[in-house]
């Protein structure tokens, strides 16, 4: 009896730790996409990261940071120094997923021994001057690809100096601009009520998914998911006034 249920059972244990393994991949993608697409800004925006091949410099660079999962946690979940909190924005479940995915990948230890996640991550942000957000996404925007991009976007906006408004808004200037100041342009109470300025970090969101950033908007645009396209275009849209400014 022992001779026949042994391969049995190996066979069983293999195709268990295949599942395991299989499932394990498949946190480590859902994690992935959260850090570059999901959140936003994207996590990979601001954190160098070679998983995703990230090198940005705003946040401390989290290769070299080893961070725990309670350390994520704790800066995704209530924001630290620059960075905002996504408590709002993503699920619990989400940011769980994120927290071990970089865990994971940096070399981080399940949780925090000893340290105040908080803490430690605020003295790694302050150790350095970093650049503001938005100040990244212009600088790691390509303009010539965010106009390529902004073509599926002509049939409602127009960008040029004075130019008309049509479904939406003229754009021209938008970069830094108040929000919903546009002359002669009607804006859905929603966005009235978004207020504040169009900073390079806000326009990030509203791209990544419109209805989403600001609820009861009127725009029908689904979004730009991928975080390079949403900074080409703001990156775009800057250089115009950029232009006009040094002709």
Not at 86 to 100: H, N, R
Not at 139 to 165: I, L, M, W, Y
């Amino acid at each position: 009896m022992t001779t026949r249920t042994t391969p049995r059972l190996g066979g069983a244990v293999f195709l268990a730790l295949m599942a395991g393994a299989a499932s394990a991949e498949a946190d480590l993608d859902a994690g992935r996409k959260i850090f570059t697409e999901t959140a936003q800004p994207a996590c990979a925006l601001c954190h160098a990261l070679k998983d995703v091949g990230s090198e940005a410099e705003i946040g401390p660079n989290l290769d070299e940071f080893k961070p725990t999962v309670d350390q994520v946690r704790a800066a995704v979940t209530s924001g630290i120094g620059v960075m905002p909190a996504f408590s709002e924005t993503l699920t619990k479940e989400e940011i769980e997923t994120v927290s071990k995915y970089v865990a994971q990948v940096t070399g981080g230890s399940e949780t925090a021994t000893g340290t105040d996640a908080a803490t430690e991550a605020t003295d790694s942000a302050d150790a350095e001057e970093v650049e503001t957000p938005g100040a990244e996404i212009l600088a790691q925007g390509d303009p010539a690809a965010g106009e390529k991009t902004f073509r599926k976007c002509k049939a409602c906006h127009t960008v040029d100096e004075g130019g008309s408004n049509r479904v939406g808004p003229n754009l021209y200037g938008i970069v830094g601009a108040p929000v919903a100041t546009v002359d002669g342009f009607r804006y859905s109470d929603a966005l009235v009520e978004y207020g504040g300025d169009w900073t390079p970090d806000r326009l990030a969101a509203f791209l990544a998914n419109p209805r989403k950033e600001v609820r009861g908007t009127k725009m029908g645009f689904s979004g730009l998911r991928k975080a390079q396209d949403q900074a080409d275009v703001i990156a775009y849209l800057d250089s115009l006034t950029d232009t006009a400014k040094t002709n």
